[in-house]
């Protein structure tokens, strides 16, 4: 038997109409995005798609994990950007089977410099964000950041973990560093804020982080 199309969701009403129909593991599921590594479709993925019921998954193409990342982290097999774009399509496909054929949303780290998750076929890579600041200009950043949303968008990415918000006023800050836009306040909010409607731009949902405070931690 073919399998319904889920209606869209356009209003609230559709969205109170879905959640009203999902048990609670499906709730539960809907509000975790959980972590995929590689570049190949294991049934550990799947069985967050299927068995989980995760509402996205959060992808490190480059890194391979044999699902353990707090122990085995080694270079994954290397694909072609259309060959990635292929594998999230085909993970989408596996999602739309779900009861509620709800799709997921597609996250990855790219901030710049040597914090990308993203890095493979020709992808255009960008400064720091500190890098973006000495160029004194957000109209830069913007444009900056709205290339780098088109690019994780053509593969199938829909949402970024970035732009770092952290005030880096701590020189003995071990990870932060050139991470941060600035020292000061004011130019991170305004580099911040520059990015992410560059982001917006490029049609990607822009994810501000981290913890107060941790431009200060010296851990």
Do not use: W
Not at 45 to 53: G, P
């Amino acid at each position: 038997m073919a399998r319904k199309t889920p209606k869209p969701v356009r209003t609230l009403a559709d969205v109170d109409r879905l959640v009203r129909r999902m048990t609670l593991d499906e709730k539960v599921g809907q509000c975790m995005t959980l972590a995929y590594y590689g570049t190949t479709i294991s049934r550990e993925v799947i069985e967050r798609i299927e068995t989980l019921h995760c509402g996205g998954l959060r992808v490190t193409p480059h890194v391979n994990s044999a699902g353990r990342p707090d122990i085995v982290r080694r270079l994954a097999p290397y694909c072609t950007p259309a060959q990635y774009a292929e594998t999230l399509n085909e993970l989408q496909r596996i999602a739309a089977e779900r009861r509620l054929g709800l799709p997921l949303h597609m996250v990855t780290d790219q901030e710049g410099d040597l914090s990308v998750d993203y890095l493979h076929g020709g992808v255009a890579l960008f400064p720091s964000q500190m890098g973006l600041t000495a160029t004194g200009s957000p109209a830069l950043t913007r444009r900056s950041a709205r290339a780098v949303a088109k690019q994780l968008r053509a593969v199938g990415i829909h949402m970024v973990h970035s732009p770092v918000l952290d005030v880096n006023i701590n020189p003995r800050n071990p990870e932060i560093g050139c991470r941060s836009f600035s020292d000061s306040p004011e130019r991170c909010a305004r580099y911040g804020e520059a990015f992410m409607m560059g982001l917006a731009d490029g049609g990607a949902i822009a994810t501000g982080k981290h913890f107060p405070g941790r431009g200060d931690s010296a851990v």
